[in-house]
Every structure is written in structure tokens, then in C-alpha cells.
């Protein structure tokens, strides 16, 4: 699940480089990538380091493991490095005395950029400030968050994410286009998706279908399956099959993702056992995604969660054996995954082990509206007594 640059990264349509080897990095610490494929995944990692003179990625990376120690390759490096940023400061120079202000920003500009290049991760976001501080256009303050970003998503410093998705929207306030307004929202779309809140990833997701241009972070085809994914837990049936299942843009290459769409139509169709086959092998995909691996567990329950709740939906009983047979698995698996189910809340409804039947017990929306009105009305009522003893002293 990658590949996939706009401004902001990378040529057109290509995916961002250190976004690539970002992901890279994340398949080498994985413990269900073979110790072949990471062979050759050590070897294209330090080749890209070694293309962009990252010595200070090299030097971490060596440091726990991952790459074979090589001082004199760092000291090479290196000296590239202060050579480079060198002529730098001397364009900065040239351009602050005999140059417009435009010029002398590209050059603090091109300073910026070679931090980020070399993987200077404090200098880098230092001399961007300093370019913004000799910016004034609110597009080109635009995509100077936009390098921001994609630094914060290489390092997932998601703390970093949250304050420039602050200061772009801050910026959207005072103007700017709406490619770049679009573009935000996948970026921030994949900040709630990478931190667990699929219903506002989802939301942001299905308003970029139609005006996708990040590329720089994925392309389409990875976009279409995180939206798929996160809507799938997010939307109640209606919303899915308005949004989702009968979206142009999602069919025309949901077909691209293996078992997407499988995954997807099964659910909606209410085929269970095709839907568990298809899950099954989606979840490869998801472990192996560097933003959705640590939700794996959480979002497998929660999938688990909407495809119960749905076949219950139609039963005021049905038997375990039903059930069972519905999606493919043995009465004990239905037995032991509806326990857990039932005892966190998730599911409503109760399990006759004698007869192996399933009662749903579905709380009544009017009901449990009666209930609080009474508990307000008690709350009420005893706030009124403790003021007029109050008042009455």
C-alpha cells in the first residue's frame, strides 16, 4: 500500500521520497516482514540515505541496529553537508545585498529545503520559520505548512501535526484557494485517521474523493482504501450506500485494492461469509500500514462490532447454530466473540446457552428518553429543596 506529490513534495503525482522511506523504515521494524524482503529493504533504505546525505538518519540508524556503522561515510557526508549550506548562506547573502525580497525568500527557501532534504528535523523547521517570517503571499505561507507537515508525518510527531493543521486553518481565515483548502483536508484527514478518530477521518476523506491532489502523501488508490475502511465503522447504512458503496470515484478503482471491495459489497449485500474472507485478507494490508498498525486491534473489534450488530438487527432471536453458519465459523467462535461483545457493551442482546439462542434486546430509544427525563426531574427537585433550606434559614 504505497507510492503515490503535488507542491509541497515530490514531482507531480509521485509520492514524497522521505514518505516512501519513511514507510520503509516502518516495514524493516515489523515482526511479519520476512527477513528476506528486509534484506532488500535495508538496501534501498541505504541507498536513499545515502542519495539525500542524511547523516543524521544514518547515524540513529546505525546506532540501533538497523544499518552497518561507516564513519567515514558519515564524515563524507558531513562534509557534503557544511559545503552545501555554505553556498547557501552565501546565495542568502548576495540576494539580502544586491537582490528584491522575493529573491532573498527563494534563497531562505532553498536553505529550508536542504535541512529537510538532509533530515535536519530542528534545523529544518528553524529556517522555515525564518522564510515565513520573509513571506507575505498567505498561498506561499500555505505550503510552507504544507513541508511542515509532511516532516511531522515522517517523524509522526503528531503533536507537531495538530499545531500546523491549527495554523493553516488560522491562515484559511484570512484567504487562500481552495486546491490548497482540499489538500488540508486529506492532510488532517490522515491525522485523525493515524490517531483514532475514524468518524472525523471519514468525513474529510469522502469531502476530498472528488478533489484529490495530495499525492505527495499516497496515491488515489490508497486514499480510496482508507476511506472505504474508515467509513465502514463510521456511517450507518444509509450514509455507506449514498457516500460509499454507490460513489463513482470509489468504483471506479476500489477494484485496484485487493479484497476492497469484497470487503465492502459483502457487508453492504449482507453476504457474511464473503465478508469474513475478504476481511481476512485486508488484514494483512492494515498491519503492515504505518498510520493504521497501531489501530489494528481496535478497528478489527470495531469492524467486528458492525457486522454482528447488523445481522442482529433483523432477529428478534435467532440460534447460534444460524448465526454461525451465516458467516462461515463454528458455534463455539460465535459463542466465545458475542460473549466479549456482550459483556463490553458493544452488542445488545443476551445468550440462552440452554438453547442456544440469541435474544436481542435492543434499548428502546423512548424508554431510555423516559428514564433520563426522570432522573433530571429527581436532580431537579432536590436542588430546589437545598435552596429553599437556604432561603428558609
Known sequence: MDGGGGNGGGEDGKQEKHLVLAHKLFLLSHPDVDDLSKVA?????????????????????????????????????????DEEIRKLDEKIADAEENLGESEVREAHLAKSLYFVRVGEKEKALEQLKITEG????IGQKMDLVFYTLQIGLFYMDFDLISKSIDKAKKLFDEGGDWERKNRLKVYEGLYCMATRNFKKATSLFLDSISTFTTYELFPYDTFIFYTVLTSIISLDRVSLKQ???????????IGKVPHLSEFLYSLYNCQYKSFFVAFSGLTEQIKLDRYLQPHFRYYMREVRTVVYSQFLESYKSVTMEAMASAFGVTVDFIDQELSR????????????????????????ERNAFY???IKQGDFLLNRIQKLSRVIDL
Open 243 to 253: 457516500k460509499v458503496v454507490d460513489a463513482p470515484e470509489i468504483l471506479a478503482v
Open 371 to 373: 428514564q433520563s427525563t
Open 41 to 81: 529493504l535495508r538496501s534501498e533504505v541505504l541507498s536513499a540515505v545515502k542519495s539525500d546525505d542524511m547523516a543524521p538518519l544514518f547515524e540513529s540508524l546505525s546506532a540501533a541496529g538497523v544499518l552497518e556503522p561507516d564513519a567515514s561515510l558519515v564524515a563524507e557526508m558531513r562534509a557534503r553537508i
Open 134 to 137: 520573509k513571506t507575505v503571499a
Open 341 to 364: 461483545f456482550i459483556a463490553a457493551g458493544k452488542l445488545h442482546c443476551k445468550i440462552d446457552k440452554v438453547a442456544g439462542v440469541l435474544e436481542t434486546n435492543r434499548p428502546d
